[in-house]
């Protein structure tokens, strides 16, 4: 339902839906738009021309775009999330507040779970935001990184860490040690996170398995906990299972494996491609060759199972960019990706300390500048061919640095 009126000298839109609550204020030519999950978790803000989205670990990131500068976006300090979350709960109670006094006639009246909606955003406090997060970090191991489009799914950790963690160019989980959780550790796992979640896993869309590659687990050991999955969450609501496969070694599924995994629900496995070119691949120190993702993709795809390919864009600097660009253009097409999977460029980014770094370095290595790192997923992009009847995936950029789950 949505709502308006006049308040506080400004335009005030109240939108209840079933998974989240919106409220909106214009006034002297200022937005203020704050978002709240079922639990009355802060989601998304809008203010002064900035966008907000907060983690469920509690990190909110901001995000600008002027015409001079481009898109901008920094990790707002833990003062500064107070601030916002406060000046949130606070517009949510003065509104709340002036709801149950009578002092606000809104056509239409909130209905019970709208009221139940703006009592839960006024409850969230900074101190009970701080609790949430708490709260979070008692059930997730840190969760590393997801792909963009399953930023709003509920993970569960079905492994930790990656079986890996060889990758110069990835720190992700560098802090712990790749272990498989057992039926009943997962079993716990998932229902603390449907606990911990309550009414927010509405505002989820999907069921994410973790951590970097939970489809290394041997199939016999992950129909179990894609089992218990289903008797924890109706699998179905929230549109299916998808999880990260990445590097190759080892024991590799069969499109029968693939074919059961989908009977359970996996819709999609994203698989960290990085290149096609095999020496940028060995020079990363990426586990497995170009032809194990092209053989992975084409049993998933023959089991019913989409893709989504992952593509490190500036990798190897100037030096691999012409064997990069045209053996990943050659792997893509083998792939033969249609409308069900999706692409994504991901620019490498350096960090002090990185491995890839000190490689680089030592290497001689001279780096793509940003726009040469975008030319080149370009490029790529334009040298792909899909079959006209099976349609294009959707490709996009993947920024890591805006990760927020
Ligand atoms: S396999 Fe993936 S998660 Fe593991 S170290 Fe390499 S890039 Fe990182």
């Known amino acids: 339902m949505v709502t308006l009126a006049q308040w506080r000298g400004g335009s005030l839109t109240v939108s209840a839906k079933a ?12 937005t203020a738009v704050f978002s709240f999950d079922g639990a009355g978790r802060l989601w998304t803000a809008m203010r002064g021309g900035n966008s907000y989205r907060r983690g469920l670990d509690g ?9 001079q500068a481009g898109r901008g976006r920094r990790w707002l300090a833990p003062a500064e999330s107070v601030e916002l979350i406060g000046h949130a709960c606070a517009m949510a109670a003065a509104l709340l507040e002036d709801v149950l006094a009578g002092a606000l006639p809104l056509d239409p009246p909130l209905d019970a779970p709208a009221l139940d909606s703006l009592k839960a955003a006024a409850a969230f406090t900074p101190a009970r935001a701080q609790a949430d997060v708490e709260a979070y970090h008692g059930v997730y191991r840190p969760v590393g990184i997801l792909p963009p489009d399953q930023y709003m799914a ?39 996170v449907k606990d911990y979640l309550a009414g927010g896993l509405s505002l989820r869309r999907t069921i994410f398995l973790g951590d970097a590659n939970a489809l290394v687990i041997p199939t016999p050991r992950l129909l179990p906990l894609l089992e218990i999955t289903h008797e924890l969450f109706d699998v179905a609501k929230l549109g299916g299972i998808y999880a990260f496969l990445d590097g190759f070694s080892g024991e590799k599924k069969t499109q029968a494996d693939y074919a059961a995994l989908a009977r359970l629900g996996l819709r999609r496995v ?46 190897g ?5 012409r064997a990069h660009t045209a053996d990943t253009i050659a792997v893509l097409n083998r792939m033969e990706l249609d409308a069900d999977d999706l692409l994504y460029f991901s620019e490498l980014v350096e960090t002090e300390g990185l491995e890839y770094s000190r490689d680089a ?4 290595l001279q780096p793509l500048s940003e726009a040469e790192r975008i030319a080149q997923g370009e490029e790529i992009e334009r040298a792909l061919r899909f079959d006209e009847e099976r349609g294009v995936p959707h490709i996009s950029r993947y920024d890591i640095r805006e990760f927020v789950y």
């Open 19 to 30: 998974n989240c609550l919106t409220l909106s204020l214009q006034s002297s030519g200022e």
């Open 154 to 192: 509920v993970v569960l950790q079905a492994a930790e860490g990656c079986s890996f963690n060889t990758c110069t160019f990835c720190t992700f989980y560098k802090d712990r040690r790749f272990r498989i959780k057992t039926p009943a550790e997962f079993r716990a796992h998932a229902a603390a």
């Open 270 to 315: 994203y698989i960290g491609l990085e290149s096609g070119h095999d020496p940028l691949l060995r020079f990363l120190k990426k586990p497995g060759k170009a032809e194990d993702a092209v053989q992975a993709v084409r049993a998933m795809k023959a089991a019913g199972v989409a893709v989504g390919i992952i593509v490190l864009s500036g990798a």
């Open 361 to 364: 370095y030592a290497a001689a």
């Open 317 to 321: 600097g100037k030096q691999f960019a």
């Open 59 to 67: 990190k909110i990131v901001a995000k600008w775009q002027t015409p």
